[in-house]
T-cell receptor, first 110, second 115 residues
Framework: QKEVEQDPGPLSVPEGAIVSLNCTYS??????FMWYRQYSRKGPELLMY????GNKEDGRFTAQVDKSSKYISLFIRDSQPSDSATYLC??????????FGSGTKLNVKP | DTAVSQTPKYLVTQMGNDKSIKCEQN?????MYWYKQDSKKFLKIMFS???????INETVPNRFSPKSPDKAHLNLHINSLELGDSAVYFC??????????????FGNGTRLTVT
């Protein structure tokens, strides 16, 4: 079993829709949770990061962590075609080793 | 200015060859990494260096040898390339091992194709 599981999609939504992306994990020691966005032929870029449980909001993006369920989510409001990318969740229990999900490919149709 | 830059961007080579990928970061970070991303987009850590010292070496074949001449550079040399080595290799860096000041910052990848 992989440390982090993520539905690969693809997920196709119309412009303006609310998007929900999710990851589950097995290691209860994870404390740091991140979401990265990766455009085609580019490296992943950090979108959001949170520590422990709770919500964090940044513009149209909201990250949620539920440690009791070992479940994290990224919500994108008012989705735009420019949001079309692969979204990777990542998590860590220390500062050196990060575990990534396999990414969910999102397509926002104009 | 590119924060984490790696060269070459594309690398096509034959089985059995030896090749190197170079990485440089101008962020002043202490820790650098090599990640491998397979065709299904799964990112897996290979190596991590902190101030030129190897701190993570995941179960990577001995054919892969990282070298860090200084904390701003981390190169990856691959001997006797195999078909299964075909992937995108990402260099990344972070400050103080990755959390307090910055999570990972990635380069744009080197797409390696072994024929």
């Amino acid at each position: 079993q992989k440390e982090v599981e993520q539905d690969p999609g693809p997920l196709s939504v119309p412009e303006g829709a609310i998007v929900s992306l999710n990851c589950t994990y097995s290691n209860s020691a994870f404390q740091y949770f991140m979401w990265y966005r990766q455009y085609s032929r580019k490296g992943p870029e950090l979108l959001m990061y949170t520590y422990s449980s709770g919500n964090k909001e940044d513009g149209r993006f909201t990250a949620q962590v539920d440690k009791s369920s070992k479940y994290i989510s990224l919500f994108i409001r008012d989705s735009q075609p420019s949001d079309s990318a692969t979204y990777l969740c990542a998590m860590s229990n220390n500062f050196n080793k990060f575990y990534f999900g396999s990414g969910t490919k999102l397509n926002v149709k104009p | 200015d590119t924060a984490v830059s790696q060269t070459p961007k594309y690398l096509v080579t034959q089985m059995g060859n030896d090749k190197s990928i170079k990485c440089e970061q101008n962020l002043g970070h202490d820790t650098m990494y090599w990640y491998k991303q397979d065709s299904k987009k799964f990112l897996k850590i290979m190596f991590s260096y902190n101030n030129k010292e190897l701190i993570i070496n995941e179960t990577v074949p001995n054919r892969f040898s990282p070298k860090s001449p200084d904390k701003a550079h981390l190169n990856l040399h691959i001997n006797s390339l195999e078909l299964g080595d075909s992937a995108v290799y990402f260099c990344a860096s972070s400050q103080d091992g990755g959390w307090a000041n910055s999570p990972l910052h990635f380069g744009n990848g080197t797409r390696l194709t072994v024929t």
